[in-house]
């Protein structure tokens, strides 16, 4: 059997698993609708200007570009695909901002394409699962909103695929770590920004180094505060100038718990990247930390006001709380560690080719066509034990019989192999038993 014929870093599932993965994209979903947000899509395509005004030499190496889309090579350096769905968010909330009505809350599950070096849980094409709360104003509670939802849309997706443990968000707020960063006088606080985002990629003796240089004088100090709980740390920075903003996180702490979210204060979340403001947020599965964040978010104040920049449209402030589920990632990781167990029926009901005319046969079919049921009909003419073994390699549920007899009684035969049970009705009760 001819092995690797597609591209690295591309993806594609048996029907079993592209089955599981399109119940844990429709849960997301469903989840997503249940909490206010309403759905857009975005082009695959979007022009480079857009892309890469949060920051050209990150981006630059993420993109693929497009060649020939207006049928010329004069557009080589205009187009790629979109390598994340929130600066195409951001164009869009731009572009249609008379028509929008705020605060304007969305989601967005697309595909996306960004330059990975093929590896575990990276991909060149993937499934992004986005949420958004975009307005002039954001309320700490729209915070609340999203994590509690992606919260939910997580633990459904555990139970769903029973495996038994709990989503843990893990929350801070970029503004406690500026406090430190002012209150120690640290110079290079991008690198500790960056360091305090590495921490548990890191050996204990090797952050505590990176630390010392960074604050020779005061990384002792610094390591006793970062493990303190949140009510003390806002005590010791009670004097900063941002501590109206650290409080903030305080309230959507308490809410979160309040509203029986698995939430913890962790200082060491970052989401370093300049363009992250605020309260920011990643989540974990218990047990599973190896797993690294399955979802992620935070403010993205910043964004908005880089694309009017990019494009010279008109000033207006718009910010924003973003989080997003990377499936894709989420799915892989589930599947390497065995945990996609669960069993699903691609098909649930299979008619038999017997002895009935084909007019009967057909009946039968435009009476299955109005239940809810997926069927599946058996047209080749074979021994019975193969039709049987051809259902019990798809694992079909329901068998239908239907003999001269059954035809000449307006019946069929269901076998229900679930229960072990078998009884026949008339054809036009196919609806009711299938509910």
Known sequence: ??????????????????????????????????????????????????????????????????????????????????????????????????????????????????????????????????????????SEFYDVEIIETLYNSLENILDFLEINKKAKVHINNKFLIESLIEKFNIENSKDFFKLLDDYYKL?????????????????????????????????????????????????????????????????????????????????FVTDYEKFGSVCSGGRYDNLVWAIRKATNSKW???????????????????????????KLNLTDIIVFNLWCSNNYREKIINFLKNTSKTFDIYYNKAKLDKQFKYAENKNIKYWIFAWETEEENGEIMIKDLENRTSENIKINELKKYFK
């Not at 709380?321 to 990781?333: D, K």
């Open 1 to 138: 059997m001819a092995k690797n014929l597609k591209p690295s870093g591309f993806i594609d599932y048996n029907p079993e698993k592209q089955k599981i993965f399109n119940e844990i994209k429709n849960i997301i979903e469903k989840n997503y609708s249940k909490f206010w947000f309403v759905n857009i899509e975005t082009p695959a395509v979007e022009n480079n200007s857009i892309l890469t005004a949060k920051g050209w030499d990150e981006v630059a190496k993420q993109i693929f570009g497009l060649y020939g889309l207006a049928q010329g090579w004069e557009d080589t350096k205009k187009y790629s695909l979109h390598f994340d769905l929130t600066v195409p968010f951001a164009r869009y909330a731009i572009e249609y901002e008379e028509d929008i009505k705020f605060p304007f809350k969305r989601y967005q599950i697309q595909k996306v394409f960004r330059w990975e070096r093929a590896q575990k849980g990276r991909f060149k094409e993937f499934y992004q699962c986005d949420i958004d709360i975009i307005w002039e104003k954001i």
């Open 316 to 342: 207006t402030e718009l910010v924003w709380v973003w989080w997003s589920i990377g499936l894709s990632r989420f799915f892989s990781l589930l599947e390497e560690n065995n945990l996609l167990n669960k």
């Open 203 to 283: 050996e204990k003796a090797d952050f505590e180094s990176k630390l010392k240089e960074l604050s020779p004088n005061n990384y002792s100090e610094i390591l006793k505060i970062l493990k303190k709980d949140l009510n003390e740390i806002i005590e010791i920075l009670k004097d900063s100038k941002y501590i109206e903003q650290i409080i903030e996180l305080q309230t959507i702490y308490n809410t979160l718990k309040n509203r029986w979210v698995n939430v913890v204060f962790d200082p060491y979340i970052t989401r370093w990247l300049d363009y992250y403001t605020w309260v920011v947020f990643e989540t």
